[in-house]
């Protein structure tokens, strides 16, 4: 989903026709303020987010915005693509080197904005993928991250057993759970999952 946050109305409706002809669904907001609240609410679309986002707006500007998601840790799960019809080098540096994905000048043309914003929503998908790896990780006990380690080593139950001090049915029990937390079916799904 593309999130548009930008004052101006026409600018909004613009965008959003502008992604509607990439088959990009989209979503626009007239503040910083009204956005937020969208990200507060933690309803991100599972194939990837990407934010057009205004510099120059009343009540919140879009370096504030970008501050928020910044201090939230979302600026991956968010890439935000500035854009501003004020050149303002500085800005643009220091917003790129806190992770602003991309900065672009209007007038701007518009197949580079769509292309950055295609690229923006992959890797919006890859952090969500990434991030959910990471949660079902954090479901496996101590035990079964060694047992975990020692298969993506390579090694077969027996051995797993005999470096761990435990019985290799204990191990096939293990096995099955880390499986069924990490949602694979097998040790090389296993391993291309955690790669």
């Keep these: 989903m593309l999130h548009i ?3 101006e109305e026409v600018v909004r409706d613009s965008l959003s026709w502008l992604a509607s002809s990439r088959a990009i669904a989209a979503a626009s907001y007239d503040s910083g303020v009204k956005f937020l609240a969208w990200v507060e609410s933690g309803q991100f679309d599972p194939a990837g987010d990407c934010v057009l986002l205004d510099v120059r707006m009343p009540d919140m500007n ?3 915005v970008f501050d928020q998601l910044h201090a939230r840790g979302l600026t991956q799960r968010l890439p935000v693509i500035f854009l501003t019809g004020h050149g ?5 540096v220091d917003t790129l080197k806190r992770g602003a994905f991309d900065f672009f000048e209007k007038p701007f043309n518009d197949n580079d ?3 950055r914003v295609q690229q923006g929503l992959a890797k919006s998908l890859h952090a969500s993928a990434s991030a959910a790896v ?3 990780l954090a479901t496996l006990s101590s035990r079964e991250r060694e047992v975990l380690d020692l298969i993506l080593a390579g090694k077969m139950n027996k051995v797993v057993a005999d470096e761990l001090g435990i019985s290799m ?4 029990v293990h096995r099955a759970h880390i499986f069924d937390k990490m949602q694979v079916k097998t040790a090389v799904e296993l ?3 955690l790669k």
Excluded: Q, S
Excluded at 88 to 92: E, I, K, N, Q, T
Excluded at 169 to 172: A, H, K, L, P
């Design 5 to 7: 946050v930008d004052d």
């Design 62 to 64: 879009g370096v504030a």
């Design 88 to 92: 303002d080098v500085p800005m643009a």
């Design 113 to 115: 904005l769509m292309d």
């Design 134 to 136: 990471h949660a079902r």
């Design 169 to 172: 049915r204990t191990v096939e």
């Design 191 to 193: 391993a291309g999952l």
